[in-house]
């Protein structure tokens, strides 16, 4: 499985194993990272999945989709390049050892 | 899948594990339309779920799911289970629907498409930062005021005057005729149930109320910067017509107002029923918004939908033909201990994600980060101001074909 890991805004680092087809938001949820509240559960409509990938892997984890963009306007936090919705983060073995900061609130 | 519970999001209907059992659905007598279902409807919900993972209904001749995994898998695959047919018992295949059809609830893709993306832009998170400090001034001001009297009716004085103070103002609304709106609500929730006696009842007195919202769905009645008038600017950008405007002003009116009603009246049932969550809110204010998403998924205000079935299909093993009705009991679905460890315990630090009190995929709720909103802000104010919320009276139940709550709620506040 690949290794997705979550870095929290205190720096604390969080590994999860995830499962390939799942969404990243899904592989938090499923391990009980505090820090992504995913009101929606994944339906695209509330911003409270919000990641920031780290300017490496930009590449990595596809192009921000139409519907997420603007979601990502709203997002409690700073928007930052690297911005994501976790929910729209398919994870695939190449993602294996992704890094995704959390931000400061979700809400 | 990971072994925690959770159902798949394949958007596939999720198989039993062995057997490809594909007969031998089992039949309850039950109604979950009648009064004596809503006094009680937990002994029932459990009957369903145990039955199998789908059911037959035969007083109204429609299949049921009330399992998590399948309630969540109906609603993740709208291409099998539609909503154009109705999202209650009706047929419209097969009957006059009692209104013209809603443009995003009863609609499917590509048609529903184009009009839920305009109304999730008119939603949006970034819509609700522009209203928060509105809403969360309004809330303060109505616990003040309710502090001032002490002891009141919940459901009158808060549940429903705190979402009138702030959801019409929102809408663009004018002041008059305000009164139409929560038995409109009202109606459209009793008229996605069958035939009984509270759909009839509410489509003959439906008139005036039907009269009231057509008439404020039009551009002119709508104030500059509402939701209402910020759906009919979307004429202008060529994303909806002039004639399907008004439709989904309508769908504002129909589902933004009473659901919250039944929200916020649900998360203070539960505050007063469950002193020890109370007291962690008061300990800790920023639970308010967890505190109100899990009152939502305990008391499911919206119990059912129905989907329609386009094709044959296997639901849990079992065969189901083309043309069925599906109910989905989402508040069943709620507390499904398949998914849920503890799940009649209303717990304000649970992980409440994946509830589908607001449903779930793409007809999920649009209104809901406005319900949210108003939820959060109201219990954050009385965590702040109030030091205790006691039942003083007789709690009556309203009843509802699809919502679940309180007709009154006598209470006493005690001031922080």
């Given amino acids: ?107 | 899948m990971v072994a925690t519970g959770l159902a798949g999001n394949s958007g596939a209907v999720a198989r039993e594990a062995t057997g490809g059992l594909l007969s031998g659905i089992p039949g309850l007598d039950v109604d979950p339309f009648a009064i004596e279902y809503f006094d009680d409807p937990f002994p029932v919900q459990e009957a369903l779920r145990e039955a199998g993972p789908v059911v037959h209904l035969g007083k109204w001749n429609v299949y049921g799911v009330a399992r998590y995994a399948q309630v969540y898998a109906v609603l993740n695959d709208p291409a099998t289970f539609c909503s154009s047919r109705g999202v209650g018992l009706s047929d419209f295949a097969k009957e006059k629907p009692w209104r013209p059809p809603s443009l995003i609830l009863e609609a499917d893709a590509p048609a529903h498409t184009r009009t839920r993306a305009v109304l999730s832009k008119v939603l949006s998170p970034a819509v609700m930062k522009q209203i928060r400090d509105r809403f969360a001034a309004a809330a303060e001001a109505k616990v003040d005021e309710l502090l001032e009297k002490g002891s009141f009716d919940a459901v009158t004085d808060l549940a429903e005057a705190y979402p009138l103070s702030v959801f019409p103002d929102a809408v663009g609304l004018k002041q008059e005729g305000r009164e139409h709106l929560i038995p409109y609500a009202g109606l459209v929730f009793n008229a996605f149930g069958p035939p009984n006696e509270l759909r009839q009842t509410a489509i003959e007195r439906s008139a005036p109320h039907q009269a009231y919202v057509q008439e404020q769905c039009q551009r002119e009645n709508l104030a500059p910067g509402g939701f209402g008038a910020c759906i009919h600017a979307r004429v202008d950008t060529g994303d909806i017509t002039a004639t399907e405007a008004p439709l989904l002003v309508r769908s504002l009116l129909s589902a933004g107002l009473d659901t919250t009603v039944y929200g916020i009246g649900a998360a203070i049932y539960c505050l007063a029923r469950f002193p020890d969550e109370w007291a962690r809110l008061r300990r800790d204010p920023a639970l308010a918004r967890n505190a109100f998403e899990e009152a939502v998924r305990f008391e499911s205000p919206v119990q059912t939908f129905f989907r329609t079935t386009t094709r044959d299909v296997e639901i849990g093993g079992c065969k189901v033909g083309e043309g069925e009705k599906i109910l989905m009991f989402l508040g069943a679905a709620n507390r499904d201990p398949r998914r849920w460890t503890d799940p009649d315990r209303y717990d304000i630090t649970r992980k409440t994600s994946g509830h589908v009190g607001f449903g779930a995929g793409i007809h999920m709720c649009v209104g809901q980060l406005v319900a949210r909103l108003e939820g959060e802000v109201m219990l954050a104010a009385l965590a702040r101001k109030v030091a205790a919320i006691e039942i003083t009276g007789p709690v009556k139940r309203r009843y509802n074909n699809t919502l679940r709550g309180l007709d009154s709620l006598p209470i006493t506040l005690t001031p922080a």
């Fill in chain 1, 1 to 107: 499985m690949p290794t997705i890991t979550f870095i929290h805004p205190d720096g604390r680092a969080e590994p999860v194993e995830a499962e390939s087809g799942d969404s990243a938001m899904r592989a938090a949820i499923v391990h009980g990272i505090d820090g992504i509240v995913a009101e929606c559960g994944g339906s695209l409509v509330c911003a409270t999945c919000h990641v920031y990938v780290e300017d490496t892997s930009i590449g990595r984890v596809g192009p921000v989709g139409d519907d997420e963009d603007e979601l990502l306007d709203g997002a409690a936090a700073e928007r930052q390049a690297g911005s994501r919705l976790s929910c729209q983060i398919k994870i695939t073995p190449e993602l294996d050892g992704l890094v995704l900061r959390l931000p400061e609130r979700q809400v």
